[in-house]
């Protein structure tokens, strides 16, 4: 049973959480637009598909920054609360601050559970729309569209290459696919243009050519146009960066088993996706209190000192997972690791700061 003090804090945390992410998404989007408003009307963009692109501009931007937010908007109603002498107050009537702390607990497992539904169901298809949108309209020419040498193991018998896929189109030049037993290739697949049919999942080749190679002599199948089946996906052919964002939960964790079992490249940018869609939750709970203990201390200087300190943190914060994301992505460092240090380290910080607070 919530008490007075917890639905009145409760309210103060979600409020201002939400009131901050409407403040501030608007000039995201003023800003984009800014950016984004010439080529829009050089392509003569439609006005309805300009208002599904900043739809899933506004989640995709708040699944991106919620963290910063949300330590913004603890340390802005909790430094009201401190200056109105209201912390004191609580504290004073017999709370403990760990019972004080109890409504803000809840307001973070809140988040977190809306954070993990946001960034692992409804997060991927705006970024996926996002992103086709992106190349659909605003990408100077077709050119720009385009994924250049795509080369892949799609199996441990297989490896497929396309010199340049098209991502809006669902189709890629100079495809090759190449068979081997042990070591040796035994026959090999070409084709000038492949294109991926969605609606019965097949592929047409365009001249198509597969050599089987022997030992005694090779032989030659020429058409002019095949349309096949293979054992990959498409999302084979789509670049890395696009692909891992656009899939669901359990999408990308079948997804990344796949990659695993064909022994990719890239499971750890694959991996960093799939870390941070559980540890960027879990830093709400870390934040919080880190917000907390900063911002219930009354400060000579009011308000804008604790604002300046949550900033400052807000932004090493961010730059922690950043920096580390990107090491494991570009490196051989644990994808667990890279995720969740940032946690780990904050966690302490937030440790330390509450005891701080508490005394």
């Not at 988040?111 to 298809?125: D, R, S, T």
């Not at 009354?298 to 950043?322: C, E, P, T």
């Amino acid at each position: 049973m919530l008490s007075i003090l917890d639905r009145y804090i409760l309210k103060k945390y979600l409020g201002t959480f939400l009131l901050l992410l409407l403040l501030f998404i608007p000039i995201g989007i003023i800003v984009n637009l800014a950016e984004k408003i010439d080529k829009m009307l050089a392509n003569e963009v439609p006005f309805m598909d300009i208002l599904v692109y900043y739809l899933n501009f506004t989640i995709y931007f708040a699944n991106l920054l919620f963290p910063l937010f949300l330590f913004l908007s603890v340390i802005w109603f909790t430094s009201k609360l401190a200056n109105n002498t209201e912390v004191i107050a609580f504290l004073s009537s017999g709370v403990s601050y760990y019972r004080f702390l109890r409504p803000y607990m809840i307001g973070a497992t809140i988040v977190c559970v809306g954070a993990f539904i946001l960034g692992n169901y409804i997060a991927p298809q705006a970024s996926k729309e996002y992103n086709e949108f992106i190349y659909k309209h605003l990408k100077k020419n077709k050119k720009d569209r385009d994924v250049g040498n795509v080369y892949r193991q799609i199996n441990d018998k297989e490896y497929i290459y396309v010199s340049r896929f098209n991502i809006r189109e669902k189709s890629g030049s100079n495809f090759t696919l190449e068979h081997f037993e042990g070591n040796e290739m035994t026959f090999k697949i070409m084709a000038n243009r492949i294109n991926y049919n969605e609606k019965d999942s097949t592929y047409t080749l365009l001249n198509y050519s597969k050599r089987w190679i022997g030992k005694a002599a090779d032989s030659l199948e020429i058409l002019a146009k095949k349309d096949t089946v293979f054992s990959f996906e498409i999302e084979d052919l789509t670049p890395v960066e696009y692909i891992a964002e656009t899939l669901n939960f359990n999408e990308l964790n079948s997804f990344i088993d796949r990659e695993k079992a064909k022994g990719s490249n890239y499971i750890n940018r694959y991996e960093v996706v799939r870390y941070k869609r559980w540890s960027l939750p879990v830093s709400a709970y870390i934040l919080t209190i880190i917000a907390v203990a900063v911002s219930s201390i009354k400060r000579r200087g009011g308000m804008g000192v604790n604002l300046a300190i949550g900033i400052a943190i807000g932004m090493v914060f961010i730059f922690f997972d950043k920096i580390f994301g990107t090491m494991a992505e570009k490196s051989s460092f644990s994808p667990f690791i890279a995720t969740w240090f940032p946690n780990f380290v904050f966690a302490i910080l937030a440790l330390y700061l509450l005891r701080n607070a508490k005394r």
